[in-house]
């Protein structure tokens, strides 16, 4: 799609009227394309466009990035209206700075135009391929790892017609470039999943099993296509209205591609790419040959912390993270789930305190500027808890630890599955197992072991050597009990 833009809106003809402080890096077009992303949100402009940005603006490549939005055109077409120039607003308690960012040469819409998409995989100028498409678009079953069974998925890896999903663009994408030898890609996953590259490279694998690829074009792909595995950590909330009126203030002009986030960013990446990469380094990431240690470190104590105050908060009926912190007790208790239950259940990167890493989380968590709503972060529960909170319980249970802190994040999303908050308003379920909840919570919810035990079925989310643990089932019968009984502040009040 082309980039086109002007009138009062953030655009090539308008970088003039912007503040000095508040102009990008890099001049779209300056720089050719040597990403493509898939994934347009506002994660990825906060993050990846932002540290790539900071990369070639102190070192130089040809690196920019051509975003692919799979489904939706909203962002694509304002994208496209502004030329591939968007602002990130970082906010804290002191204030707010803005800045607009040119890292991208070009957006296509995979959807209107996924053959457009395949051949940008194809080009031998592109050598690295990042995604933010979230745990779903990977189209692995949660349990087995196993492909699942989509039709969208099967009928685009076994017909010629054009394809509809993530899987089968970068399937498509390698077939055609091994066909035109055209020179080493790294696959680079950027979403919030355990062993993120690992998965990633399994789901090309089996890809390309059930596309039944010739063995010299599925030679050449393990030979040429690294999968590097990252940590990605920035918290960015959803764009509001606020955040436009933001930026415009700020840029004077209008930015409807706008997105706001905390100023902490950090970005861990395994050095592994056979195309050459940014200087990533000299925009702060963390270049490492195992990011393993720093994903469990975040998504252990950061997303479980973040969980925990999502589910408890939204019960309480605070609508922010930062206001959820203000509960009474809530922060000692958090401290005691990071300290007692966390720090035990892993071993974090060479030199990192986790009691000290999670006063950090804290302390960001408390930014009232961020305005990060706990109903947003509670989405998708079923998806997040197994890495954020229950391979903590399984690895303490393994070394025959307690997990009474980990359990009560448990019970407070089972309570939150119940629909209302302790003051009788509804809650909402958006989770992609709303259906299987629902059906669960039918046959069980008369009593709170009763709740346990028909969602504790549910093997995509808690495993079966867990579902069996009688301490924990005990523990998290007993959290929800109180829960349920008392309501939120008289159960932190109490807890000990």
């Not at 906060?46 to 939706?72: K, L, M, N, Y």
């Not at 974090?348 to 709503?373: D, I, K, Q, T």
Request: aromatic share 4%; charged share 20%.
């Amino acid at each position: 799609m082309a980039l086109t833009g002007g009138g009062d809106r953030l655009a090539l003809a308008t970088l003039r009227r912007l503040p000095v402080e508040c102009r990008p890096l890099l001049r779209p077009g300056t720089v050719p394309a040597g990403i493509v992303h898939l994934g347009l949100g506002a994660f990825h402009r906060a993050h990846q466009a932002v540290h790539t940005e900071a990369a070639v603006g102190a070192a130089g490549g040809d690196w920019g990035i051509i975003g692919v939005a799979p489904r939706s055109t909203a962002v694509v077409d304002a994208l496209a209206a502004q030329d591939g120039l968007f602002s990130v607003t970082s906010l804290s308690a002191e204030g707010a700075t803005t800045r607009a960012v040119g890292a991208l040469t070009g957006v296509r819409h995979a959807a209107s135009d996924p053959a457009a998409v395949v051949r940008l995989v194809a080009d031998p100028a592109i050598r690295m391929v990042t995604l933010t498409v979230t745990e779903k678009a990977y189209q692995l079953d949660p349990v087995t790892g196993a492909l699942q069974a989509d039709p969208d998925l099967l009928a685009d890896l076994s017909t010629d017609r054009p394809p509809r999903t993530v899987p089968g663009l970068l399937v498509r994408g390698l077939l055609a470039r091994a066909a035109a030898d055209a020179g080493p890609l790294a696959l680079v996953s950027c979403d919030n999943l355990p062993a993120n590259g690992r998965r990633l490279r399994g789901l090309v694998t089996q890809a390309l099993a059930v596309a039944r690829v010739p063995d010299a074009a599925a030679g050449w792909i393990a030979g040429q296509v690294s999968f590097p595995g990252t940590m990605v950590d920035r918290i960015v909330p959803a764009t509001t209205a606020d955040t436009l009126d933001t930026a415009r203030r700020a840029l004077g002009v209008s930015d409807l591609a706008a997105v706001a986030a905390e100023p902490y960013s950090q970005w861990v990446i395994e050095d592994d790419f056979p195309g050459g990469r940014p200087a990533w380094e000299r925009a702060g990431a963390v270049l490492t040959d195992d990011a393993g240690p720093w994903e469990r470190l975040k998504l252990r104590t950061l997303n479980g912390v973040h969980s925990a105050t999502a589910y408890l908060g939204a019960l309480a009926g605070a609508e922010t993270v930062a206001e959820t912190l203000t509960l009474p007790r809530l922060t000692a208790v958090l401290r005691r789930l990071v300290a007692e239950d966390v720090a035990p259940s892993f071993a974090p990167p060479p030199g990192v305190s986790v009691p000290a890493y999670g006063e950090e989380v804290l302390g960001r968590f408390a930014n009232p500027a961020m305005r990060h709503r706990t109903l947003q972060i509670a989405m998708d529960g079923s998806q997040k808890l197994p890495q954020r909170v229950l391979h903590t319980i399984t690895d303490l249970r393994a070394a025959g630890r307690s997990a009474r802190w980990a359990s009560l994040v448990v019970a407070a999303w089972l309570r939150f599955l119940l629909g209302y908050a302790d003051d009788g308003r509804p809650l909402p379920l958006d989770d992609p197992l709303a259906e299987r909840i629902r059906a669960a919570l039918a046959a069980g919810r008369d009593t709170p072991a009763g709740v346990v035990d028909a969602l504790f079925a549910l093997r995509e989310v808690f495993p079966a050597e867990l579902a069996a643990d009688d301490e924990v089932r005990a523990d998290v019968t007993g959290w929800l009990a109180a829960l349920e009984r008392h309501g939120v502040r008289a159960t932190l009040a109490g807890a000990t």
